[in-house]
């Protein structure tokens, strides 16, 4: 099966929807006129799927993290968008997708599906937010982008993952993450672009045309931005995919200010746009889920920005699930008191299209048969789904090569340039020579090739190629530590992957990182997926960088001077907890005293 074969190979075109000489208009007016209320409504859902080792398809629901099977679902509720999680080979992800479209070509009307993902190039593997970059070409998280700034790059970067994904079947990408990282615990600032909106904005803008083109077209991945308007100032830094983080907080009256990078994104055209779950508190907004909150989706979004796509909801807004062991209510903020039909009926009321993680259309037929909804405003939402199938060529041509994706995902250019991404990204905050009676020593970094070095928290093998590894720090000329941002771990299969919480280093690892840094002279290495609390760090290492997502090779890369970092802090660093607890969650460079400030990063 080639990425050429086409849709005739499996189904007659006898209809006017199926004949490409049409135009898009024509052909999604007739198909729309054919279909029933209950192929309607399962157009409308867009849930979870899972597939089985080296492609397969998995029919048996005791395998599966819910109860409905993809066969199912296609077969039985009418459903053609899936969202992939976890990770796979890209032939493997190429082959299981076009099993699943052998599945919707099957189906009476042969409505392809659209498969999305979570981010898949960076280094988070969360269930709910992101896989690791298994196969495919693996740049630093958005923050690291950022911290480089360069647009380019990020339209570079867009580009290839359009190209890697488009190999494999992944046509619309949940993502970009364009909140604004401005309350410093909250655990979903490592896929976003930091705290500032002007850079964010023009970042996002980049990003959307390097993967959607400068017109959404059949060689596009679509962009589903989120989170509109904008899910970084949560109260306290808790997320609200829990009820205890369901609070989005405005002290300094900043909503504008997230709200910023989206008009970007927009003029961009992004093709679709999730809300998060959380509810705005203390503004001139109805005080529910953004999901639900018709103020926010048809004022906000529709009639004040003029947004005609795609909108779907963030995922399980409207069942309760149990969600890799842990019992997880359906996030609807403000409207928790809503039975599940009138929590559907309330987010179309409110303006969206499309259900996240759910996987009940049934419940869209009910309210339409009870005469509560009409199948003139189903009518609105899947024009918009059927549109985007037909201008993506999904109806033309929906099967991909899984040998091809073997060969054009994860090439050897693809995998050099997110490496030299990983290094131009670390962010050089110290370099400071050590001590010396004659006077006249120059900075610690660069490092010179070949320096007997102490290595703590990376491979000593991969080490060995640059330096001469040593057993103690005693026998080294300079150390060199790897180290994470803190968190406070949280109990719960799903909820244990959301690093929310404390920023400061507990009193064991920190002494015995300032236990290295006295006894030789030592370059520390943190991983900010959020702002570090780290001024003890910083005064007694003699070299700090950052990294926001980086491998042991190209770190040494950029400590050894083989590629010279570039970052730039995405957001600033603050001084202590008691600091952070002070900040106005929505008011970006808020610290009153940072260790490093916003945009920090020196140069060797």
Known sequence: MTGTTARTRFRAATCPYEDASLSIEERVEDLLGRMTVAEKAGL???????????????????????????????????????????????????????????????????????????????????????????????YPETLGLAAIGDADLVREFADLMRREYLAVGIRLALHPQIDLATEPRWSRINGTFGEDAELTGKLVAAYIRGAQGETLDTASVACMTKHFPGGGPQLDGEDPHFAYGREQVYPGDNFDYHLAPFKEALAAGTSQMMPYYGMPIGTEHEEVAFGFNRGIITGLLRERLGFDGIVCTDWGLISDANIMGQSMPARAWGVEDLSVPDRVLRVLEAGCDQFGGEDVPEQVVALVEAGRLTEERLDVSARRLLREKFVLGLFDHPFVDPAGAAASVGTPAGVAAG??????????????????????????????????????????????????????????????????????????????????????????????????????????????ERPAVLPEIAEAAAALVANYGCADGPLLDALFGRVRPEGNLPFELPRSMADVRAQRSDVPRDGKDPVFPFGHGLRY
């Open 44 to 138: 409308m859902f867009q849930t979870i799927a899972v597939m089985g080792p080296d492609g397969t398809l998995l029919d048996d629901p005791d395998t599966l993290p819910f109860d409905v099977t993809v066969r199912r679902m296609i077969a039985d509720k009418g459903m053609n968008h899936f969202n992939l999680m976890g990770g796979g080979r890209p032939e493997h992800i190429a082959r299981w997708h076009n099993r699943i479209q052998e599945l919707a070509l099957e189906t009476r009307l042969g409505i392809p599906i659209t498969l999305s993902t979570d981010p898949r190039h960076h280094f988070t593997d969360n269930p709910g937010t992101a896989a690791y970059a298994e196969g495919f070409s693996q």
């Open 419 to 528: 490496l030299r991404a990983q290094s131009r990204s670390v962010t050089l905050l110290k370099n400071e020579a050590p001590e010396s009676d004659t006077g006249g020593a120059e900075p610690i970094l660069p490092l010179a090739e070949g320096s007997r070095v102490y290595v703590r928290g990376l491979d000593a093998e991969v080490a060995a190629g640059y330096g001469t590894v040593v057993a103690t720090p005693e026998e080294a000329d300079v150390a060199i530590v790897r180290v994470k941002t803190p968190f406070e771990p949280r109990e719960g299969g799903f909820e244990q992957f959301f690093h929310a919480g404390s920023l400061e280093f507990d009193t064991v690892e920190l002494a015995a990182v300032l236990e290295l840094c006295a006894t030789v002279p030592t370059v520390v290495d943190v991983y900010l």
